[in-house]
């Protein structure tokens, strides 16, 4: 068994062991999830260094590091052929950092989990499964096994959210699991359809092996997904065309972008404090990944076309997340729709299709992953403490909690993209891929590296306005002398939490090379691949 | 006199041949007729002699199957045809008989009843028999006789046991609506016989007769047909009667009527399917109109429908009108020798959907009624049947780690297949409908769990997690579905 597989596969044993052990030990589960999770974060952080950053990955075997390729199901179909699914995983410069960030949140999330008291052994069984289910994500290399995890990933979010939540808990969970279902089922449809189309070269049978799918000839002529003389379509929509948008949805409900985001406000703020990080820190960016790692990989030539509209798309969602991040009363609501407008920024790297963008878009989602978790965190710490997170009920907290607003500023000033932490290099990679676009030819209008710097403004206006209002001037609280006194500074545990995040950010935004240097020979080799088609 | 001579001996003679092909329904015959002698004159000395007739004859008709395998025959002058499709079927339908029959001593044990319940098992033996024969034959007559076996035996499963004035009302529905579907049917097999002069739909002079009928009457022959046959497999708009019945029956006879008779009906389509949709007359276009439009209207309102339900059973009920739906896509993409797919799903569906009733009996014992709403916050007094009971929802929305995931994806890649091959819109509406339903499923599979864990109920009424036969069994069903959902060549590689 390889190391990814042990990787993968540790959440899972601590779930049974946590299933295992009775009720009356109860004490000792965060233990065991706190200890899993931090096993995976040392495994995870030795795949790291040893990950050799000038692999290419993304359309090659070879590229790819840690490999473990297992037939799974052989199946014959009669007329269907053989049916060849294998447990094939496999690391690249795209999944190694989303890997290591991954372990990262998910031990935040544990180590935010500290107080909760309602049915631990279902949580924190749930949380290891969720554990494995993202692994699995980040790196299956199957489409079909991409697939299992990608749903598997579902049930326990949709308890974790559902049993652990706020008062319309229910209506978020199921609003959530809709969502991603719709997308998924007809993800389900493309993945069949291209099962269909490729032909495995080495042995002549249909395969769901995504490497073998990024090739062009590999695919059947006359297939419905044939990438020469493709006659089908769909409503008069060419059929390539049609699996490029049904899985850029699938996964777009994920990021999110607008107008598929509305679940997200709902499932953050009625998630418990640990699942908001987990959903803002990790869950995004399976998004992100999926349209990399899938819908740039496999359909290249569909995303040649539709670039400036998926780009037009990441820009509405920039703004508009931001606007609305301006308008809300709820600081929780706030920090989400922050979110839309930060991942709005993954999209339009994306879209740019150049080495700059789509690193960028790649920092950008590793530093919006731990600066998102830390935020919810904090608002976490807040509503742990009073119950209410109402940005109007609280003012001047800066003298009640002097540390509190010190990691607070801090983090807001990094995600607003003050230069020296990590979300500036990401942002501004992202606006000059998309500024570069334009000399490439890859559809991008200039215009829209200007809108993403309007988006950068507007952040800076709602989180310092935010600032201003909860943490400045004289102390009045709408609890009065009871909230005066609940509100107490950090912790040791909360700020053994939350310092190593900040301390992340500025060191991801002093030194970007930790990051690019892995990723790069993977992104150029992304890049390479879809410009053939421009 | 003398010219039969010859005829007779020889008639008889392959009669006499052909008899061996007709094993285990002459087992299920016998435990029949030995069922009623026994609950006319043993019951009273030795209890439950009755079931365990019942329970050697699924056993004994079980074995006899084995021996058949690989060995595809006709017999009977054309009227019995049996090969792997069928003994697999029919294996399907003794074992859900079988667990049916445990089901049914366990659901009577405590409840003190004014009749037999011995009588029962007879029936049960009738009805298992009806849609044993109906599962090797491609014979119009004898596909009636079966037919109207089961439903005669439905009937009275229906309405023999029933306690109260809402069952008797089920009971009535179920007889009148039956009986007008049937002689629908047959009138509808009378014309088709006019046209052709001959009653096995897979021979040449039926379809050449067919090819050659006036197309108005040929219409509204077949409409008769599927008439018959669409009462039996409750899809819309047939399905009328079956959310009541379904609500009014004892919960075992549910399960029975819900999962086994499909099993049958739908070997039976999927050998229609092959044989007619071959020709590029008139009535194969109309048939594979009629049975996609049925489809796609069965998936939609049993889907849409089951969203209000609140009582479990008639949820079951739409539940398994979507799923009759879905089968029927999978009968539509049945290609010839490509049955696995088709058993996989519906021996899957048999083990959802008999756990999920076993469920349902247990947890109506232990509450007193079947509403979603009663099962608010009991998630946390019953984890074991609970956490089956949501993992069974899971598999019928067709999630992975789950058997029913496999099972809708096989069907799907069926499906998608021949939409590529011929490009043909109907296979492309069949998916898209097939995927949105699926989503609409999950609203209300999860309410399962949406009230049992989601929800919390103040009242401290003192339920305490008890393990009966029922919760064990559907708890066994469930690590099935679950293991399957991960291995499914375990079982795909034995349909083979």
Redesign the interface.
């Known amino acids: 068994m390889g190391i990814l597989s042990i990787l993968l596969l540790l959440p899972l044993f601590a779930c049974l062991l946590i299933l295992a052990i009775p009720s009356s030990y109860r004490n000792s589960y965060k233990y065991i999830a706190l200890g899993f999770a931090f096993l995976q974060f040392l495994v995870s952080g030795y795949l790291y260094w040893q990950f050799d950053g000038s692999q290419t990955g993304i359309n090659s075997v070879s590229g790819y590091q840690f490999v473990e390729q297992l037939p799974w ?8 052929g053989q049916l060849e699914i294998d447990y094939f995983i496999g690391i690249d410069g795209i999944s190694m950092p989303l890997i290591l960030l991954s372990t990262i949140v998910m031990l935040m999330a544990i180590g935010a989990s500290w107080n909760i008291s309602k ?1 631990l052994k279902g949580y924190f069984a749930l949380m290891m499964l969720l554990s494995t289910a993202i692994i699995g994500i980040f790196v299956a290399l199957d489409f079909f096994l991409f ?2 995890f990608y ?2 990933m ?2 326990p979010l ?2 974790l959210i ?2 652990w939540g706020g008062a319309r ?2 209506y978020a ?2 609003k959530f ?2 969502y991603t ?2 997308g998924s ?2 993800m ?2 493309v993945m ?2 291209l ?3 490729v032909i495995n070269p080495d042995t002549g049978a249909h395969t769901f092996n995504m490497l073998h799918m990024m090739n062009p000839a590999n695919y059947v002529d006359g ?2 997904f044939a990438t020469a003389a493709n006659s ?1 379509d ?1 409503f008069g929509i060419p059929a390539r065309m049609v699996g490029f948008i049904i899985l850029f949805i699938a996964f777009a409900i994920k990021i999110p972008i607008v107008p598929l985001h509305t679940w997200l406000p709902d499932a953050h703020v009625e998630a418990p404090t640990p699942v908001s990080i987990i959903l803002a820190g990790i869950l995004l960016k399976i998004g992100g990944y999926g349209i990399i790692r899938i819908c740039y990989s496999v359909f290249p030539d569909a995303a040649v076309q539709a670039n400036w509209w998926i780009g037009l798309i990441g820009v509405v969602s920039i703004i508009y997340g931001a606007l609305n991040a301006l308008a809300q009363k709820d600081l929780k609501r706030m920090i989400a729709y922050s979110s839309v407008s930060h991942m709005g920024f993954v999209t339009l790297g994306i879209a740019s299709m150049t080495v700059e963008g789509i690193s960028g878009a790649m920092f950008q989602m590793v530093s919006h992953g731990f600066l998102s978790a830390a935020l919810f965190f904090m608002v976490g710490v807040i509503y742990d403490r009073v119950h209410d997170r109402y940005i109007y009920n609280f003012r001047g907290l800066a003298t009640l909690m002097p540390k509190f607003t010190a990691y607070l500023a801090i983090a807001f000033f990094a995600s607003l993209g003050l230069p020296g932490f990590s979300a500036f290099i990401g942002e501004a990679f992202v606006i000059i891929g998309t500024f570069n676009a334009e000399l490439v030819g890859t559809g991008i209008s200039r215009w829209m590296a200007l809108a993403g710097s309007i988006g950068i403004l507007l952040s800076a206006v709602y989180f310092l306005w935010t600032l201003q209002r909860m943490f400045f001037g004289q102390t009045r609280l709408k609890g009065g002398e009871e909230w005066a006194v609940a509100l107490t500074d950090l912790s040791k545990r909360e700020q053994l939490i939350l310092f190593p995040t900040i301390a992340l950010s500025l060191l991801l935004g002093i030194m970007p090379s930790l990051v690019f240097d892995q990723m790069n020979a993977a992104v150029v080799n992304l890049v390479a691949l879809v410009s053939t088609h421009l | 006199m003398e010219k039969f001579e010859p005829v007779i001996s020889e008639t008889i003679d392959h009669i006499i041949a052909s008899s061996g092909l007709l094993k285990p329904e002459i087992a299920l015959a016998i435990a029949f007729l030995l069922s009623i002698i026994s609950s006319l004159f043993f019951e009273k000395k030795f209890k439950n002699s009755t079931f365990l007739i019942a329970v050697l004859g699924f056993i004994s008709a079980f074995i006899l199957l084995i021996p058949q395998f690989n060995d595809p025959q006709e017999g009977f002058f054309g009227m019995i045809r049996r090969d792997d499709f069928s003994i697999y079927g029919r294996m399907l339908i003794l074992f859900a008989s079988l667990v049916t029959g445990f089901f049914i001593q366990q659901h009577f044990k405590h409840k003190a009843i004014k009749r037999k319940i011995a009588d029962v098992y007879s029936i049960l033996l009738a009805a298992s028999f009806g849609l044993s024969l109906l599962t090797i034959t491609t014979n119009w007559l004898l596909v009636f006789i079966s037919i109207e076996t089961v439903s005669i035996a439905s009937y009275v499963l229906v309405g023999y046991l029933s306690e109260n004035k809402k069952q008797s009302e089920a009971a009535v529905k179920y007889v009148l609506f039956g009986s007008a579907c049937a002689a629908m049917m047959l009138y509808g097999l009378s014309l088709l016989y006019g046209f052709t002069g001959n009653l096995d739909f897979t021979s040449a002079m039926h379809i050449q007769g067919l090819i050659s009928a006036p197309k108005i009457l040929c219409s509204v022959a077949i409409l008769f047909l599927f008439a018959g046959i669409g009462f039996k497999l409750s899809f819309a708009p047939f399905h009328v009667w079956s959310p009541d019945v379904y609500e009014g029956a004892p919960t075992p006879i549910t399960a029975f009527l819900s999962t086994v008779p499909k099993i049958a009906v739908m070997i039976l389509f999927s050998r229609l399917c092959a044989s007619w949709f071959e020709t590029f007359f008139y009535f194969s276009e109309l048939t594979f109109l009629l049975l996609v439009v049925i489809a796609i209207v069965t998936m939609v309102v049993g889907n849409f429908i089951a969203l209000r339900q609140e009582n479990m059973k008639r949820l079951m009920a739409y539940s398994s009108i979507g799923h009759t739906g879905f089968l029927l896509m999978a009968v539509l993409a049945f ?1 010839q ?2 049955t ?2 088709l058993l996989f799903y519906m021996a899957v569906y048999v083990l959802m959907n008999l756990s999920a009733f076993l469920y349902i009996d247990y947890l109506e014992s232990k509450i007193g009624d079947a509403n979603i709403q009663s099962f608010m916050g009991l998630g ?1 007094k019953l984890p074991f049947t609970f956490v089956g009971f949501s993992l069974i929802g ?1 598999s019928l929305i067709g ?3 789950t058997a029913g ?1 496999i099972g809708k ?2 069907i ?3 499906v ?2 021949l ?2 091959e011929s ?1 043909e819109f109907a296979y ?1 509406l069949l ?1 898209i409908v097939g ?2 339903t ?2 609409v499923s ?2 209300y599979y ?1 309410k399962i ?2 009230y049992a ?3 919390e109920n103040k009242s401290d009424s003192v339920i305490k997690e008890t393990f009966t036969f029922q919760n064990c069994l559907a708890f066994l069903f469930c690590i099935a579905v679950v293991i399957l959902g991960i ?3 375990l079982l ?2 034995l349909l ?1």
């Open positions: 199901l052989r199946l014959d179909l009669g007329s269907l049915s697939y299992i749903e598997v579902l049930l949709y308890f559902g049993i808990r229910e969970a199921i699991f809709i279902l719709f089922v007809f389900l449809l069949v359809g099962y269909f189309s297939s419905f089908f769909v | 290609v020798g490509n696995d797919v946390k899971i999630l992975p780690p995931f994806f096989l799907f890649s069926n998608f297949e939409y590529s490009s492309l998916l995927a949105i699926t989503v999950l609203f999860l769990p949406l864990f989601l929800k291995f499914p060549s795909l590689s083979k």
